[in-house]
């Protein structure tokens, strides 16, 4: 398998532009998670879903935030209009169906990251 | 209060030296516990799960203690290797919530 495949790898872009990262999770994980990472506040929670449907979206900053999963091997996370301080890494992540006491049902595999400078 | 925190660090060791990390979490209903690995510009990778028993992976230890909420990962014999970033991290605990709460991390330099 060739993991959780991001795109694009780094996007520098101008302030009030419109951004879009893409996921591919790994096949047959239900669990599909957003998280940003910076260095004032390290890695966050944005939003997931199970089985495309979104579970937990509290994390998102505010409405120029969206997500979608159309299917079960892609997601988007659209920024519309970017700011300067949406500047961050964006990790997509996935994890297989959990089972009940399953340790390894939680466990996430990581994208290599998107990273976003906005200017 | 954060939900999982860590001290940032950095901690310079030399190679061959043993040291230990802590992190404390805030939710008692927590019942999923991991060490994750991030090198520089790297995606987080899993390091370790953390077992209410403790357990132990080569070189690495990890100790959990439900009733201080209060986790631990010992690194023996350290290598140039491992420097890296090192996240403790910590499932919600509310039923049919799947998210992982990650530290910020305690990063972790071993010099020769």
């Known amino acids: 398998d060739a993991g959780v495949i991001q795109s694009p790898r780094h996007e520098v872009t101008e302030m009030g532009q419109e951004v879009t990262l893409r996921c591919k999770p790994i096949s047959g994980h239900d669990y599909l998670f957003w998280y940003r990472q910076t260095m004032m506040r390290g890695l966050e929670l944005l939003i997931y879903f199970n089985n495309n449907v979104p579970i937990d979206d509290s994390g998102m900053p505010e409405d120029r935030f969206s997500a979608k999963m159309p299917n079960a091997s892609f997601s988007t996370l659209k920024i519309q209009p970017s700011e300067p301080r949406d500047s961050a890494v964006y990790f997509c992540?996935?994890?297989?169906?959990?089972?009940?006491?399953?340790?390894?049902?939680?466990?996430?595999?990581f994208g290599a990251g998107s990273r976003l400078t906005v200017l | 209060r954060k939900e999982v925190e860590q001290d940032p660090g950095p901690f310079n060791v030399p190679e061959g030296a043993t040291v230990a990390f802590n992190c404390t979490y805030s939710?008692?209903?927590?019942?999923?516990f991991f060490w994750y690995r991030q090198d520089c510009r790297k995606e987080p990778k899993l390091l370790m799960s953390v077992y209410s028993s403790g357990n132990e992976d080569g070189r690495f230890t990890a100790q959990l203690n439900r009733a201080s909420q209060y986790i631990s990962l010992l690194i023996r014999d350290s290598k140039l290797s491992d420097s890296a970033t090192y996240l403790c991290v910590v499932n919600a605990g509310d039923t049919g919530r799947r998210a992982l709460t990650f530290g910020s991390g305690t990063r972790l330099q071993v010099q020769p």
């Open positions: 992540a996935s994890s297989p169906i959990p089972g009940t006491a399953h340790h390894g049902a939680n466990v996430l595999t």
């Open positions: 939710n008692s209903a927590s019942q999923s």
